[in-house]
């Protein structure tokens, strides 16, 4: 083959290439075409019904009793990201209920008293799917009311800002923000800018932001860091008491577990003191927070789901479909040393081996546990301090209650999350038909 058959055929090559890169583009065109027809005429339909409802006529109209319904399917599908309407439920809806301890009134880590959970999303274009998610110990300026705190690492391939200094002094001075990998020194960056401007704080030299984080790059553009200081503003101020939104929802919205559509979850336990043998008392609420993004052999109340479900393929750009993080917050009102709470921080871990998850090399796998009971906070009042905690003996049935509620928590980020879909690739939910299914097969779930 002389110079020019080469160059020729070398042309060729390249032209080829490039159809195919058209074709491509071609083809993604076609299907954003696609979303935005039916986002507009949801969003023709949403109005309509809007206009429905305000009219005199409205409540002769057969349409009116399945207004809510009908405008809740119009928002979901004019959302971006979300690729149809999906109807989701917690663990405890399909029977699965892990332990014997009893969850608290919202199954949730704000049945801690004092706990409270702010969440941002983050949905834009076809490209960011991200957010921050702010959990708060108490009501009070944490930098001056401190509380004891431990951090456990199952595996240490993360980026989870604030450690060594909590290790060291047993303590957290600042509320624990979780987000996406590349965003956790803008938001600590706006916390600290945050937290400096509070009132008494104008003296303030030193500050020990606590930000942890998961890789939602199969998901997101993470590469923009697009995580705003507004952004971890609104979480801190919106964070509150009672239910916590979970799934695909703050640091979630762009996490995969398992393979599925991973998220936020939460779950809570209540632990009577009397069954250790211990002094009978109140009983104390532990509750767990977690942002699921880790893989393994999927696992629910022992049934091997890794078999039972038909998998997706593993999602692009991971080299192993266990490879992910998980960072789990455990919060408690017994009044806990942070000797203790690192002995209550490891029995997460349980938890997490309940589930599937081993710590696969590229997991990030990290547990922070915090108590909130005034007695053993530190207020720096002086340079003696006067505490009253559980003694040893009285830690058996707190261990238990974290094991139980990281299990349930995992489940349901899970089962609560929806699908995802932009620009980088999909995670479709866990599909709770073939769950039920194979819990039924197994003598497990909902009557």
């Not at 319904?69 to 004019?78: D, E």
């Not at 923009?224 to 008491?241: G, Q």
């Not at 009577?272 to 977690?290: I, S, W």
Request: proline share 5%; glycine share 12%.
């Amino acid at each position: 083959m002389n110079v020019w058959s080469r160059v020729a055929s070398r042309g060729s090559w390249v032209d080829g290439g490039r159809s195919r890169v058209i074709a491509r583009s071609a083809r993604r065109a076609r299907r954003s075409n696609r979303v935005a027809v039916i986002r507009i005429q949801a969003t023709r339909l949403l109005r309509a019904l809007c206009a429905l409802a305000m009219t005199r006529d409205a409540q002769r109209s057969p349409l009116v009793p399945r207004l809510p319904s009908l405008v809740g399917l119009a928002l979901l599908l004019t959302a971006p990201g979300i690729v149809a309407a999906q109807q989701r439920v917690r663990a405890r809806d399909l029977g699965v209920a892990p332990g014997r301890l009893t969850p608290g009134p919202n199954n949730a880590i704000t049945d801690v008293p004092g706990v409270r959970v702010g969440q941002v999303t983050r949905i834009v274009g076809d490209s960011i799917r991200t957010g921050v998610t702010a959990i708060v110990p108490h009501g009070e300026n944490t930098f001056f009311s401190r509380v004891p705190a431990a951090i456990v690492v199952g595996n240490g391939f993360g980026k989870l800002l604030g450690v060594t200094q909590v290790q060291e002094l047993g303590e957290l001075e600042t509320p624990i923000l979780l987000t996406c990998t590349l965003c956790v020194w803008r938001a600590a960056d706006a916390m600290v800018d945050y937290l400096l401007h509070q009132p008494g704080m104008d003296r303030v030299r030193s500050i020990n932001p606590v930000v942890g984080e998961t890789n939602d790059g199969s998901l997101n553009d993470i590469r923009d860091r697009p995580i705003r200081a507004e952004d971890v503003v609104k979480a801190l101020t919106s964070a509150d008491t009672g239910k916590v939104e979970e799934g695909s929802v703050g640091a979630g919205t762009g996490t995969i577990a398992f393979g599925w559509k991973g998220g936020i979850g939460t779950s809570s336990r209540r632990a009577e003191q009397a069954r250790d043998g211990a002094v009978a008392g109140r009983p104390y609420t532990v509750g767990v927070l977690v942002q699921s993004n880790f893989g393994g052999a999927f696992t629910v109340m022992g049934v091997p789901m890794w078999k039972e479900l038909r998998r997706p393929p593993p999602p692009e750009g991971r080299r192993n479909a266990a490879d992910g993080s998980i960072m789990i917050v455990v919060a408690t009102d017994a009044p806990v040393s942070d000797r203790n709470l690192r002995r209550m921080a490891s029995r997460a871990l349980m938890g997490l081996g309940r589930t599937g998850g081993y710590g696969s090399n590229g997991s990030g796998d990290y547990v922070i546990a915090l108590s909130t009971a005034e007695s053993v906070r530190r207020t720096g009042d002086g340079p003696v301090r006067q505490v009253s905690d559980l003694d040893n003996d009285a830690m058996s049935s707190l261990f238990e209650a974290v094991a139980e509620a990281t299990e349930e928590a995992i489940y349901n980020s899970l089962f609560m999350a929806t699908t995802v879909e932009s620009r980088s690739g999909r995670a479709d939910a866990v599909p709770l038909d073939q769950v039920r299914a194979a819990l039924k097969r197994h003598g497990i779930g909902a009557p």
